[in-house]
C-alpha cells in the first residue's frame, strides 16, 4: 500500500471505532486488501470492511491515538480527526436505510429489498383498512402510496 488514504471518524467507543474513506467507496479491492493488513496487526480484534459505504469498523485494544498511528504507519488510512464530525440527520438516516435495504437483500438472496418490503407492508394496511370499511380515507391513501412504490416512487 502506497500513501495512507484520508479517512473521516464516524463514531468511536472504547475498543470501537467506524471510519469512512470516501475516497475509496466502491472499491472491493482495496477494502478487502486493507481487512486483511488490519487483522495482522496484534491490537486489532476485528475488522468489518464495507466497500459499498466506504466504511471500516474496527473492534481494538488500546487508545484510539495509537491505533490511528499504527494505521497511518503501515500506510492504510489517515484518521484526520480523532474526534466525530456530527453527521446531519439526513445523511444518518439514509445510512441507517441502506444498511437495513442491504440486509433485506442479504436475508431474501435478493428478492426482497426496502423498498418492496414497504410496498408489502403498505398493501398489507390498505387491506385491514378496507376490511374495517376505511374505504374513503385511509385505504385509498395507503393503495396510492403502494402504486407510487410500485410504479418506481415518482
Not at 486493507?34 to 491490537?43: G, K, R
Not at 435495504?101 to 398493501?123: I, K, P, S, V, Y
Not at 385491514?128 to 380515507?137: S, T
Amino acid at each position: 500500500m502506497a500513501e495512507a488514504e484520508p479517512a473521516r471518524l464516524v463514531h468511536r467507543l472504547p475498543g470501537r471505532v467506524r471510519l469512512k474513506v470516501d475516497g475509496r467507496r466502491g472499491d472491493r479491492a482495496w477494502f478487502d486488501a486493507v481487512a486483511l493488513e488490519l487483522a495482522l496487526i496484534e491490537t486489532i480484534r476485528s475488522v468489518e470492511a464495507n466497500p459499498r459505504t466506504g466504511s471500516l469498523l474496527i473492534h481494538h485494544e488500546g487508545p484510539l491515538e495509537r491505533l490511528s498511528d499504527e494505521l497511518a504507519g503501515r500506510g492504510l488510512v489517515r484518521v484526520e480527526e480523532l474526534e466525530p464530525r456530527e453527521v446531519p440527520l439526513p445523511h444518518r438516516l439514509a445510512e441507517r436505510a441502506a444498511a437495513v435495504d442491504a440486509g433485506l437483500r442479504r436475508a431474501t438472496a435478493g428478492e426482497l429489498d426496502l423498498r418492496g418490503a414497504a410496498l408489502l407492508g403498505l398493501l398489507a394496511l390498505a387491506i385491514v383498512q378496507a376490511a374495517r370499511g376505511q374505504l374513503a380515507g385511509p385505504a385509498l391513501s395507503l393503495l396510492w402510496y403502494a402504486s407510487s412504490l410500485a410504479r418506481g416512487g415518482r
